[in-house]
């Protein structure tokens, strides 16, 4: 069996949620919003370890929201989600018990994690380096230029909006992780990282409930979705 980590990335500032600290600290449905997906990686049974990524000075914030979770110690993120995630991937590889063989890198503003995607992911694996969850758009997408006008309507059934947890074999993705950053390139995600090395990177549905928290209106969504899925407390 493989050794399978989750990298949980939440070393950002969570500057457009507007909130009086990071989102990834503030409750939803009772609970810190990134305890909801750490929860949900220890309790899977096949997800062995679960590596967070915070900011500097949360230490007692994170403390805080992961009191009685059986967690090694945050690694401490850096100016870009790439260079947190960067960090994350170093920590696990210099592990005492040796790097693992697959990795899953999460958004903690990405609360609502079913068990039977982590599942799909780590299956998938076994055909591709690289497997992302994602849905197909709704909106038709425009590419522009600098002034705001249209350059190209790529077809809508070629696009996906792109999802975490992602998932790799982990050497693969440590060694484009090391490659990215040589360029000096910021990548949008890890997926993006992936393809800069070379790495064919396969799609499967995502889910709705795997929705990003970014502005403020979507704690109101986070605090339904939980009342949805019986997490309220
Ligand atoms: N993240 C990180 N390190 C950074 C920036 C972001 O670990 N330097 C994490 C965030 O904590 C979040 C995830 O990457 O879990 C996705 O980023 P985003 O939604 O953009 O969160 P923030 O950067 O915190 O929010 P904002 O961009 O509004 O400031
Ligand atoms: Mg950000």
Redesign the pocket.
């Known amino acids: 069996m493989p050794s399978i980590a989750a990298l ?10 507007g909130r009086d600290r ?3 600290y503030v409750p939803v449905a009772g609970r810190p919003l ?1 305890r909801h997906s750490l929860e949900a990686f220890l309790a899977h049974p096949r997800v062995d370890v679960v590596q967070a ?3 500097a000075g949360h230490e007692e914030l994170f403390a805080a929201a992961t009191a009685g979770l059986a967690l090694p110690a945050p690694v401490r ?5 790439q ?3 960067h960090a994350g991937l170093q920590a696990l590889a210099a592990r005492p018990g040796g790097a693992p063989d697959v990795v899953l890198i999460h ?4 609360p609502f994690l079913p068990a039977a995607l982590i599942d799909a992911l780590i299956d998938a694996l076994e055909e591709h380096p690289g497997v992302i969850p994602a849905l197909p758009v709704v909106d038709t997408i425009k590419r522009v230029d600098a002034r705001g006008i249209i350059v190209e309507t790529p077809p809508r059934d070629a696009l996906r909006a792109a999802q975490t947890p992602q998932a790799f074999r982990f050497s693969d993705i440590l060694a484009a992780h090391r490659a990215a950053a040589d360029t000096g390139t910021e990548f949008s995600d890890d997926a993006a990282v992936a393809e800069h090395a070379g790495l064919a990177v396969a799609v499967i549905d995502g889910a709705a409930q795997l929705r ?3 502005h403020a209106e979507d704690f109101d969504w986070a605090e339904d979705m939980a009342r949805k899925l019986g997490l309220a407390t």
């Not at 993120?77 to 989600?81: D, P, S």
């Not at 958004?107 to 990405?110: G, I, M, T």
């Open positions: 949980v990335v939440a070393a950002g500032s969570g500057s457009r949620a990071p989102k990834q990134l990524v915070i900011g993120g850096g100016a870009t989600r260079q947190s995630v958004d903690a503003a990405r990003k928290v970014t």
